[in-house]
C-alpha cells in the first residue's frame, strides 16, 4: 500500500489514509507480545519507579505532598495514555515556587492536608490512595473554590498543555502561521476524533 505522505514537498499538507490497517496476524502477534511484557514486567516496579520519580521530584514539598499533587493532576487532567513523567513536569514547578515563595508552600502543603483529611473523613485514606476516580473527583468537587484548588488547576493547564513534547501525542502538530496557517495546511488531518 503506498503512503499518501510520501515524497511531500516540504511545507506541504500532510494526508492521511483513513482505512483501517490493522490485520488479524498483527493484531494477534501484538496481543502476544502485550502478555509477554505484563508477565516480564512486575506492578510493584512501576509502582517503586513512581513514587521515586515523586520523591526526586519535591524536595521542598515532600514526597507526600508530592504524590497527592500527581494523583490530583491525573484526576483534572486524565490522559490515561500519558507516561507518569508528563504529569511529574507538569507538578514539579510548585515545588519550585515552594521554595521560592513560602505563601506558596503554605498554600499547598495545608491544601494537601485538607485534601487528605477530607479523603480520610469519607473514605478512611488519603486522597492519592482512595480507590476510584469518581470519588476522587468527589472530592475535589467540595474543594473546588478553595485557592489551593484553583492555584493546582490553573497551574496545570499550562504546564501538561504548554508541554511541546506532549503536542504529537495530542494531534497537535505545533504553530502554523510561519508555514502559510492551518488553512492551507492540515485544519482537518486530526486522524483521533
Known amino acids: ?9 516540504p511545507g506541504t499538507m500532510r494526508m492521511l489514509d483513513r482505512r483501517p490497517t490493522l490485520q488479524r496476524r498483527s493484531f494477534l502477534r501484538g496481543g502476544g507480545l502485550g502478555a509477554i511484557g505484563i ?16 520523591q526526586q521530584s ?22 490515561d495514555k500519558l507516561a507518569e513523567s508528563f504529569y511529574v513536569e507538569a507538578v514539579a514547578p510548585y515545588d519550585a515556587a515552594a521554595a521560592k515563595d513560602k505563601g506558596v508552600k503554605t498554600l499547598l502543603t495545608e491544601g ?19 480507590k476510584t476516580e469518581d470519588e476522587r473527583v468527589a472530592l475535589l468537587k467540595d ?5 489551593f484548588f484553583r492555584k493546582v488547576q490553573g497551574g ?3 504546564g501538561l498543555y504548554n508541554n511541546k513534547k506532549l503536542w504529537p501525542l495530542f494531534g497537535y502538530e505545533g504553530s502554523s502561521w510561519q508555514k502559510g496557517g492551518y488553512v492551507n495546511r492540515g485544519f482537518d488531518d486530526i486522524d483521533w476524533l
Open 1 to 9: 500500500m503506498k503512503n499518501l505522505n510520501d515524497n511531500l514537498a
Open 112 to 130: 494537601v492536608k485538607d485534601l487528605d483529611q477530607r479523603a480520610r473523613q469519607r473514605y478512611g485514606v488519603p486522597y492519592a490512595e482512595v
Open 156 to 158: 496545570l493547564v499550562t
Open 58 to 79: 519535591f524536595r521542598h514539598l515532600g514526597a507526600a505532598t508530592g504524590k497527592t499533587l500527581l494523583r490530583m493532576a491525573r484526576d483534572l487532567y486524565p490522559h
Open 143 to 147: 474543594i473546588e473554590a478553595t485557592p
Open 39 to 54: 508477565a516480564v514486567i512486575p506492578a510493584a516496579g512501576i509502582a517503586a519507579a513512581k513514587d521515586v520519580a515523586a
